[in-house]
Nanobody, 126 residues
Framework: QVQLVESGGGLVQAEGSLRLSCVGV????????MGWFRQAPGKEREFVAG????????DYADSVKGRFTISRDNAKNTVDLQMNSLKPEDTAVYYC???????????????????WGQGTQVTVSS
């Protein structure tokens, strides 16, 4: 059974930092683009950051550029999201995701993402 399991969420004050981690279970994700999405209450799920399976290229939502950094460790089958200078508007459930194998098109397409984790709550207090 293929799973993506997130960890690292929690409660943090504004301007603080959190690091989310996601581990792939049941499949090696080295040939898959990986990413993070989030969904705040009453809002649609939105793309946060993605990292390609080859070349290490990354994409970020404009709202998190310069504050968040996505990275992956293929040896550990993990993808992390370092979140700095957090704002109350970053409060959401954060989801780890993976595309289909060898996917090389735009990471911004929701339809590209095939595998999803259960989510981890991030709450930023003002």
């Amino acid at each position: 059974q293929v799973q993506l399991v997130e960890s690292g969420g929690g409660l943090v004050q504004a301007e603080g930092s959190l690091r989310l981690s996601c581990v792939g279970v049941g499949r090696t994700f080295s040939s898959y683009a990986m990413g993070w999405f989030r969904q705040a209450p009453g809002k649609e799920r939105e793309f946060v950051a993605g990292i390609r399976w080859t070349g290490g290229g990354t994409d970020y939502a404009d709202s998190v550029k310069g504050r968040f950094t996505i990275s992956r460790d293929n040896a550990k089958n993990t993808v992390d999201l370092q979140m700095n200078s957090l704002k109350p508007e970053d409060t959401a459930v954060y989801y780890c995701a993976a595309t289909s194998r060898y996917y090389s098109e735009s990471l911004l397409l929701q339809s590209a993402w095939v595998f999803w984790g259960q989510g981890t709550q991030v709450t930023v207090s003002s």
